[in-house]
């Protein structure tokens, strides 16, 4: 059987949270792919301080298997582990670590599962695909993607090993993250009329977030595949004024869209900047000229909704041994892949209940299941004798 456990202990010993380099994790990986005589391409960030990684094996030619996951994991910062966040624990079956179930565990699991792969030849190419910067908007998978999408030989199907519990997976929300900053014009707070107050102005706009998010609420449209079954509006971040005597001039928030994959999170934001230009901007330039409203993106990556009577859909029920196909609440890169051609599904071991959690674990048990597909996955790739 293959060593999981040994991957992921050597996986989980390099820091690779979003602010750090993942370089160190992918020549770890490289050098081991190489050693079995598998070549890898590495996708560089403008900083050459991360990379992707794109391997494949097989006969050449498009069509085949991409397995795919991220290396970045999130902050252990604040955080009250009781075990070492970044060296492998086990106790009670269980295997503890920042990122053992969100997503180093699927990713040991690939490694340790090649050699199957490599025992006889396969009729279709396997892709094996490792990006960065995933957790803070899947940014570094995007280079990744679009070389896919140019190339004669993309892989056909996709199959993401974020944490599913190894449940079959067809379909996530979308997410669209939004910064809105409101220039207003200071004055003395008794004689607030004079002034410009960015911080009610700001309030008139998340309360309008706030209605956008009823509406999209309403039984009429409603997804039952998804939980909750409708896109939400929601604010999170707030910061403005300097002290409780001045009309603040500046105040900023942040807000973000998960949206089913049938809505388009883009359209709330439309309809905000229009009631922003339309109802507030006139008002505030009728007191200071210089008042303005600004929205920029923070971060997006698209629903993911694959077809269940799909080839993709097929394989992984196929290889879960179940068509009980189901959604799941956090997004992944998935969505990306899709809208490149390359059908997408999710399946992989641990559960999003421990992901970003201190004490963060993965069973073995998950670990024994997820080699178990690969296993299977490697026999149905591979060329009849």
Sequence with gaps: ??????????????????????????????????????????????????????????PPGPGGVMLSGHSDVVPVDGQAWTLPAFQLSERDGRLYGRGTADMKGFLACVLASLPRFLEQPLRLPLHIAISYDEEIGCLGVR?????????????????????????????????????????????????????VNAIEYAARLIGRLGEIGQRLAEPAKHDSRFDPPYSTVQTGLIQGGRALNIVPAE???????????????????????????????????????????????LS????????????????????????????????????????????TVVCGPGSMEQGHKPDEFVSLDQLARCDALLASLARWMQVEP
């Design 251 to 297: 105040c900023r928030f942040d807000f973000e869209v998960r949206a089913l994959p049938a809505d388009d999170p883009r359209q709330v934001a439309v309809e905000l900047r229009d009631y922003a230009e339309t109802q507030l901007l006139p008002r505030m330039r009728a007191v200071s000229e210089a008042s303005d409203i600004r929205f920029s993106e």
């Design 143 to 195: 280079s990744l993607v679009e070389q896919l999408r140019a190339s004669p030989d993309r892989p056909a199907i996709c199959l993401i090993g974020e944490p599913t519990e190894m449940r079959p997976v067809l379909g996530h929300k979308g997410k669209l993250a939004m910064r809105c900053e409101v220039h207003g014009a200071a004055c003395h707070s008794a004689y607030a009329p004079q002034g």
């Design 1 to 58: 059987m293959p060593d999981s456990r040994a991957q992921l202990e050597k996986l989980i010993a390099f820091d690779t949270t979003s602010r750090e380099s993942n370089l160190a994790l992918i020549a770890f990986v490289r050098d081991y792919l190489s050693g079995l005589g598998i070549a890898s391409d590495l996708i560089f960030n403008a900083e050459r301080t991360k990379a992707n990684l794109h391997a494949r094996l097989g």
């Design 300 to 343: 997006s990556y698209p629903g993911l909704l694959t077809e269940p009577g799909s080839d993709a859909a097929r394989l992984l029920a196929l290889l879960c041994a179940s068509d009980e196909f189901s959604t799941v609440a956090f997004g992944t890169e998935g969505g990306l892949f899709d809208e490149a051609g390359i059908a």
